[in-house]
């Protein structure tokens, strides 16, 4: 089951999210996470670009690599072999890691297939799991995204900082 993509393809509503998530976590003196796979940097690129974020990003990771995932974030290779790298279970093992490695209260990891190679039948171009994870809960998401390259990416940045400011 996929969930619907969040239209936040607005530039300004993600910099306005963005933004919205770095005061509120300043104000409760929080800090925050990133493991990224296809989304390459694009959430820590979205958050570095405010000024003041250094208050609140304790540092962030491109794991794209499933050895990357492994041996810096702890994801275990049976996963990666049950699952794939492309899963709701890689990117669970994904923000627990990341959070631990970086000592935040919050998180994001994203794992996906932008293409435009990679996809099969059972997971299309497009298939990327967008997970959070604040001190109440762990949420991972499944999506299904349209569109070229740039296009997907741009999607599942928009949407994983959507889904952590709805957390909030």
């Known amino acids: 089951m996929y969930n619907k993509p969040m239209k936040t393809t607005n530039l300004k509503i993600t910099k306005q999210n963005t933004i919205e998530i770095i005061n509120i976590l300043k104000e409760n003196n929080q800090t925050i996470t990133f493991a ?7 959430i820590a690129s979205a958050f570095t670009a405010i000024s003041g974020a250094s208050s609140v990003l304790n540092g962030s990771v491109v794991s794209y690599a499933n050895e990357i995932k492994s041996q810096w974030l702890g994801v275990k290779e049976q996963t990666l072999i049950e699952h794939g790298a492309v899963s709701k279970e890689c990117v669970q093992e994904m923000l627990i890691g990341i959070l631990k490695m970086a000592k935040a209260e919050y998180g994001i990891a994203v794992s996906g297939i932008a293409g435009p190679t990679g996809g099969t039948e059972e ?5 990327v799991y967008i997970g959070v994870i604040t001190e109440e809960e762990i949420t991972v998401e499944h ?6 390259r740039a296009s997907i990416q741009k999607e599942a940045t928009d949407t ?6 709805n957390k909030l």
């Open 36 to 42: 990224e796979s296809c989304t390459g940097g694009r």
């Open 123 to 127: 997971k299309p171009v497009g298939t």
């Open 143 to 148: 999506h299904l995204f349209q569109g070229d």
């Open 160 to 165: 994983a900082i959507a889904l952590l400011k």
